[in-house]
């Protein structure tokens, strides 16, 4: 392998510094991002941060894409550290990791799950790594299903629209699950995320003493009802 020319290295170190000092402004000022102030910080002119960011959005979606795949990673470790064959156990791993990954990193969280900042719209190229969480999850079930050991309750009747929507999901993104489990999935996943940000975002209504034991219980519930007994 040819080793990066001093330039390559000096660019990709500068791109690595204004990402980091960006999330340190999320921190402080959440999605309300801006490029001067970066660039201030970083000790440049406010035309120079342009050759590696061409805008605000350009960012921003640099820093979605490395965070969703740093949680990526955490969920893969989680996921991996239970035996492939105790696929409630595993589930159970990457919903605690979720909530761990998200205390930890609350910015980073906010940003990816949170209210999107004003005037930006996710462009196509951060969907593939937004999916990696659900897709690990995903994964476990079709890992029940193959054991033939996915034993879910009668299942919902569904609306048409829902099915049509449920049906488009399983052909791209899920395709060895049966449609209902699919959807079990969904509402499985919406209830953990929401009880994470619920927690988070200070949004639950009554304050929660403990919100690590209600999520847990949550984890446990959401196995039953997609059939990981």
């Known amino acids: 392998m040819t080793a990066a020319s001093p330039r390559t290295r000096g660019r990709a170190e500068t791109i690595a510094e204004i990402k980091a000092i960006a999330k340190r402004h999320l921190a402080s000022d959440g999605t309300n991002l801006s ?23 350009e960012l921003l979606t640099a820093l979605q894409i490395d965070a969703y795949n740093e949680l990526g ?41 949170g209210p999107p900042a004003p005037g930006y719209k996710a462009p196509d190229e951060t969907v593939e790594p937004s999916m990696r969480p659900i ?35 399983r052909e791209t993104f899920f395709p ?20 994470i940000g619920f927690e988070l975002f200070g949004r639950s209504g009554p304050p929660l003493l403990d919100p690590a034991a209600i999520l847990e219980h949550q984890l446990t519930e959401m196995a039953d009802y997609m059939g990981l007994r």
């Open 176 to 195: 060895v699950l049966p449609e209902p489990v699919v959807f079990r999935l969904l509402t499985a996943w919406a209830t953990v995320f929401g009880s």
């Open 73 to 113: 990673d955490a969920i893969d470790a989680a996921d991996g550290s239970v035996p492939t064959n105790e696929h409630r156990g595993r589930w159970i791993a990457v919903g605690r990791e979720l909530r761990t990954w998200a205390d930890a990193h609350q910015p980073e969280w906010a940003l990816l799950y």
């Open 35 to 57: 490029l001067r102030a970066v660039t201030r910080e970083l000790g440049m002119v406010s035309s120079a941060v342009y050759r590696y960011f061409a805008s605000r959005d």
């Open 135 to 169: 897709r690990v999850a995903g994964q476990i079930l079709a890992d029940a299903v193959a054991a033939g050991v996915l034993r879910p309750a009668p299942g919902e009747r569904l609306s048409r629209t829902t099915r049509e929507e449920v049906a488009r999901l």
